[in-house]
């Protein structure tokens, strides 16, 4: 079959859910940080998590029957463990899910979860094909593979393409660990923010950044400085996981990051979100640490829940700040809201969908989360709620 011959620039007027695009050798790539955060930031895990597009997407408007799109992927492969499913590409047409399509070639990226360090391996370009579509004036959504480092190189179709308003579509900006950035989802579409944005009709901007809703600074600056209707700030087992602080410094570092999204945002409803049921993680401290069993990753806690005492932290000791912390600003703060992550998922969900890896959320218990935020945030009784 021959290719389309139409090609188009792919620029930012054609890009949703990014916040900055840069120019590389083989085309572009999209960045979920601004160039200035990223400058700042020094942590491999964040560089490598911000540049993996999830939540982004091309979106157009076009008679085309075909699209194709070159693209140059990187995969990820945690030495010990066989090789991950290739990422998938969406195709949403009109606002239904129409196909779905992987990418051969691309780079690896090799990681070695004992030792931290990690190796890149070059490959080739691949491209992703969708045909047979209707010849009629359509919106095309490509939703980008929300854990593989995406360089797109060529947007090829038979027809004329044209970007398209968000028109009268709330924008939703989101921020949390690898369970909103969507680790062990099925596709882009099936994280749990984007199953929550498309269930709400909302324009989703996810800066969930697998190992790093660590509360820095810049993170909040960004979120500051990009435009939003509705925001979400999800904390807890990242900053646990990771052993980062302690209670002393955990409550004003809190209080600090609202306080710099309050700076440019300051009446946007914001919605403090605790973390999901992490039984691991629930009494026993950090650090987290990672094991291999029968070729599978697993993570456990290794800190003492004799020191939570003296100042450590685990999840339950982070809900309970949350709650307080949001409750002692709400007064002069009414846009500024709370919710219990065990709302989202709680024993009885582990019970029934457990967490493969003892810390990630399997397809199934992503679109739950997904549903019961879309219903607790965007419902008629939300603070996300449209108004009447």
């Known amino acids: 079959?021959?290719?389309?011959?139409?090609?188009?620039?792919?620029?930012?007027?054609?890009l949703r859910g990014a916040l900055d695009l840069e120019q590389t050798a083989d085309g572009v790539l999209p960045h979920r940080l601004p160039a200035w955060a990223r400058a700042q930031n020094i942590d491999p895990q964040l560089t490598t998590a911000e540049a993996m597009p999830s939540g982004v997407r091309l979106v157009f408007r076009t008679r085309a029957t075909t699209v194709e799109l070159d693209v140059l992927p990187m995969k990820m492969v945690y030495r010990g463990t066989g090789p991950r499913p290739d990422g998938r590409y969406d195709l949403v047409v009109d606002g239904r899910l129409a196909g779905q399509a992987t990418a051969g070639g691309g780079k690896v990226l090799t990681i070695d979860l004992a030792t931290g360090t990690s190796g890149i391996e070059p490959g080739p370009v691949g491209t992703v094909r969708f045909t047979d579509l209707p010849a009629t004036d359509k919106e095309v959504v490509i939703w980008l593979p929300q854990r593989e480092i995406t360089e797109l190189v060529a947007l090829r179709t038979d027809a004329p393409v044209e970007p398209v308003d968000t028109g009268d579509r709330r924008v939703w900006l989101h921020h949390g660990s690898s369970i909103s950035h969507g680790s062990d989802a099925e596709s882009p579409t099936g994280t749990w923010p984007a199953v929550a944005a498309t269930l709400a009709g909302v324009e989703?901007?996810?800066?969930?950044?697998?190992?790093?809703?660590?509360?820095?600074?810049?993170?909040?600056?960004?979120?500051?400085?990009?435009p939003a209707d509705l925001i979400s700030v999800k904390i807890g087992i990242n900053v646990v996981n990771a052993d980062l602080m302690r209670l002393r410094a955990f409550g004003p570092a809190v209080h600090g990051f609202l306080d710099t999204i309050r700076e440019g945002q300051p009446d946007t409803p914001l919605l403090v979100v605790s973390s999901i049921l992490c039984p691991i993680q629930e009494d026993t401290p950090g650090p987290g640490a990672v094991e291999f069993i029968d070729g599978k990753v697993r993570f456990r806690a290794t800190g003492d829940p004799a020191e939570v005492a003296s100042g450590r932290l685990t999840l339950r000791v982070i809900r309970a700040e949350l709650a307080r912390i949001v409750a002692s600003r709400a007064g002069a703060d009414p846009n500024l809201h709370y919710l219990d992550g065990l709302d989202l998922y709680g024993e009885a969900d582990y019970a029934e969908l457990p967490l493969p890896d003892e810390l990630h959320p399997d397809p199934?218990?992503?679109?739950?989360?997904?549903?019961?935020?879309?219903?607790?945030?965007?419902?008629?009784?939300?603070?996300?709620?449209?108004?009447?």
């Open 1 to 14: 079959m021959a290719s389309p011959h139409l090609t188009t620039p792919i620029t930012s007027d054609l």
């Open 364 to 388: 199934a218990a992503d679109r739950r989360i997904g549903e019961r935020f879309a219903a607790l945030a965007f419902g008629p009784k939300g603070p996300f709620a449209a108004a009447q």
């Open 204 to 226: 989703l901007v996810n800066l969930g950044f697998s190992g790093s809703a660590l509360l820095d600074p810049f993170t909040a600056r960004a979120m500051r400085d990009t």
